[in-house]
Structures are given as C-alpha cells and as structure tokens.
C-alpha cells in the first residue's frame, strides 16, 4: 500500500497541475514498489504538462557524406575499408572504371592505379568490359582517400575499390585488423613465412629428438 505522503503529493499535483514538475515520481514509485513503472509514469506527466507535445531532440541535416550513404542504407563502417565485394562494370574510361556493387546497386570507381597489381601502362579497357562482374576491396580510408569534385566543384562522394590482384588476395592483414577486434578468442592463420618457419623448427626439434646412429 502506498504511504499517505506520496499519495497525497499525487493528488495535489493532479488537482493543480502547475506543481506537477514538483512531483517526486521516484517517490512515489518506491512507496508503491513498481519502480518499473517509472519511466511510464514519466512519460504520462510529460504528456499532461504538453499535450501532444515532440519530445525528441531536433536532428542535424545530413550532410553530404551522410546523404549518399543513407540512400544505399549503408555506413562508412559497413563499407569499411577493405572489405571484399563484387561490382559489375558499367563505364570503363580512361582513367577510371565506374561499377556498381552487387549486393546495393552502390556507384563506385577503379582509378588507374588501383585497377592491376602487374598491368602498368596497359589501358583500362583492355582489363575491363561493361557488363563484367569483378571482385574487388573498398578502399575507404579518410586520411589517403581520393578527393573527386563534379561540373559544380561540389564533392562527389563515391566508393572506391580496388581489384589489384595482390590487394584481392591480402588477407593476413585484414584478418588481423578486424577479426582480432571482434572476436577475443580469435588466432589468425600464420602467414606462409610463419608456417615456413614453424615447419623448420619442427624439423629441427624432430632432429633432436631423433638418437644419432654411429658405426
């Protein structure tokens, strides 16, 4: 049962309402032990003092950046850098490649340099035709990331990839960068001069192990 001053206070505040900011509501939640209805009751009070009010902050405008990613319902984490997708090729000009990422229909570009590990002074449409589907890794670092601009000199935000062979098959670094992050029992792969490595020191130690044999 709910103590007499805690009761008396809630029909004090509902009679005259202007003292409804007065009211202890924790108070009064305690008295009554459903502490759990606090947030409701806080609610209710807020309702009563403006009707139909908006009590959620005022968001800020979008900017730019926010605006391009928001239409795809991507983020620059859910597109971070490195990460591995497949975009078909829509566009190959002379110094870059426009494609679209499969799995968002997201525009994104190849520059020249990121196009081939092996292929230098080779033209981009000798590498690339519209209508194909190729693998490539994101690159969306801010500190080293391309700066493009349209007719307006408004930055054109975009997705940059790469398809270079040797950053396709890099694996060992990203593996490192984000499993370790998320997942503590996480051990990466060794690297092949690791496993070397570890392949010569077994080597080794069944060497020791194993009695030397004399005439």
């Known amino acids: 049962m709910a103590e007499q001053g805690a009761v008396a206070d809630v029909r004090t505040a509902m009679e005259s309402p202007n003292n409804l900011l007065q009211l202890d ?10 502490l759990y209805k606090l947030q409701t009751w806080v609610d209710m009070m807020f309702e009563m003092l403006v009707p139909y009010g908006e009590l959620r902050l005022h968001s800020a405008v979008p900017s730019d950046e926010d605006a391009f990613y928001l ?25 870059e490649v426009k494609v679209v990422i499969q799995n968002n229909n997201m525009e994104a570009i190849i520059p020249q340099a990121f196009a081939s590990s092996s292929s230098a002074g080779q033209k981009l449409n000798e590498i690339f035709k519209p209508g194909m589907v190729v693998p490539g890794r994101i690159r969306n670092n801010p500190e080293t990331e391309e700066v493009y601009y349209d007719e307006n000199q408004r930055r054109r935000y975009t997705v940059t990839l790469t398809t270079a062979t040797e950053a396709l098959e890099n694996f060992d ?4 960068r984000y499993c370790c992050d998320i997942d503590r029992a996480y051990r990466p ?25 004399t005439a």
Do not use: M
């Open 25 to 34: 509501l924790y108070a009064v939640a305690d008295a009554n032990h459903c």
């Open 71 to 95: 239409r795809h319902g991507e983020t620059r984490e859910s597109l971070k850098d490195g990460k591995l997708v497949e975009a078909k090729v829509v566009w190959v000009g002379d110094t």
């Open 173 to 176: 670094i990203w593996e490192r």
């Open 189 to 213: 792969h060794p690297s092949k001069k690791q496993q070397q490595q570890q392949q010569q020191q077994q080597q080794l130690e069944q060497a020791q192990r194993t009695p030397s044999r």
